[in-house]
């Protein structure tokens, strides 16, 4: 097993993928295609046509907002593809439940 690589985005130095995938809301698969791709992060985080921006589109559930599915994914603390399966076949019941948890932890966080 190899050691976690170290990455500058936007300024900021991250070790590993998974910590730059968090901080810019995407999957760790988009940081790894950017790498392989660019060799670098910088169009990372940027929108088509150039425009930097957020990646992702906001997603709101029960009158919250976040600004990607992988954001609330990582709030309900599940993977973005499970997330995303609940929200195409339409689960508000696993949805509400996972943010129910969530938001159960973060009150005793708190």
């Known amino acids: 097993m190899s050691a976690p690589g170290v990455y500058i ?8 993928v998974r910590a730059v995938a968090q901080a810019a809301g995407v999957t760790e698969h988009t940081v790894s295609y950017h790498l392989n791709r ?5 169009r990372l985080g940027v929108a088509s046509g150039g425009n930097k921006g957020a990646c992702g589109k906001p997603v709101e559930l029960f009158g919250r ?11 309900v603390g599940r993977s973005d593809s499970r997330v995303s399966r ?3 076949e339409g689960r508000s019941d696993l949805l ?9 932890r973060q009150a005793v966080a708190a």
């Open 96 to 104: 509400l439940a996972a943010l129910m948890r969530a938001d159960a």
């Open 86 to 88: 609940w929200i195409r």
């Open 9 to 16: 985005w936007r300024g900021r130095i991250y070790v590993g």
């Open 38 to 42: 660019h060799g670098n992060l910088d």
């Open 65 to 75: 907002c976040w600004r990607s599915r992988t954001a609330l994914a990582d709030y």
